[in-house]
């Protein structure tokens, strides 16, 4: 689903829903960071607002992947009172998700000494698209890997026959998805491009980069919790990959002046 047919869903939902605030006199919302993080989500509520109602005018405080401190104003919109405050919850939704994101993301970012944080596209959710946006203002980089999951390995039947058959199909590199120290050794014998450190422990993390010696890339993957950080991000391996960024991630909460 692409962004506009996802934004006239919502405004075709939020248009059934009777209005709160008759008031047609002109404001101006002034939506203000609560505390400190990485905006994001500013282009996407331009969107959303022009394809809403085109007698609100949107102004750009901060822009997507700035730092926002307490009491900065990330934003300004102004229009009808009635239309202003029937579109405020899903214009702070927006802001919040995304910026809740990009700002967890910068900070896996920071702990990763040697390493790049780096978007697979793993979230199916139909948002994905914002996602993939709040991770980039975070810091996190996209490359064009083509991922072998477990799913495709037990298909197939062997790591050599799912590569081959994706392939077929696709000319980004591979990277394929090892889910233990112990199929690690008969994975780095393939062609892949890449070999997806998924489920492993810091010790297995630590033992598999050892043993590479530099053959493949090493991505890791998985839940990797907050807490460890500390730890593996001081190993030496090429990206982290996680979706717990998105699980995790709360909605930052902005304030609102109206003007």
Known sequence: MNPVTYFENIIKDLNSKPYHVLEKSPAVFYLIAKEEGIVSGINEVEMFLNLYDIELSFRKHK????????????????????????????????????????????????????????????????ESIFYKEALKDGGAVELPFTLVD???????????????KTRISFNNPIALEVNDISKFYDAQKTDADT?????FNDEAIRRAIIDNKGQKRLMVGGLILPNRLDIIGSYQFDYLTTSLIYTAARIYEFAVKVG
């Open 195 to 199: 070999l997806v450190l998924k489920y």
């Open 150 to 164: 477990e799913t495709m390995i037990d298909l197939y039947g062997s790591y050599e026959d799912a590569i081959a």
């Open 63 to 126: 822009e997507s992947g700035q730092v926002m401190k307490r009491g900065d104003i990330v934003c300004s919109i102004s229009g009808p009172k009635s239309s202003l405050y029937h579109a405020l919850d899903t214009v702070s939704f927006i802001l919040g998700k995304m910026s809740g994101i990009a700002s967890i993301a910068s900070f896996y970012r920071k702990k990763l000494t040697h390493s790049s944080l780096i978007n697979m596209g793993e979230s199916r959710a139909v």
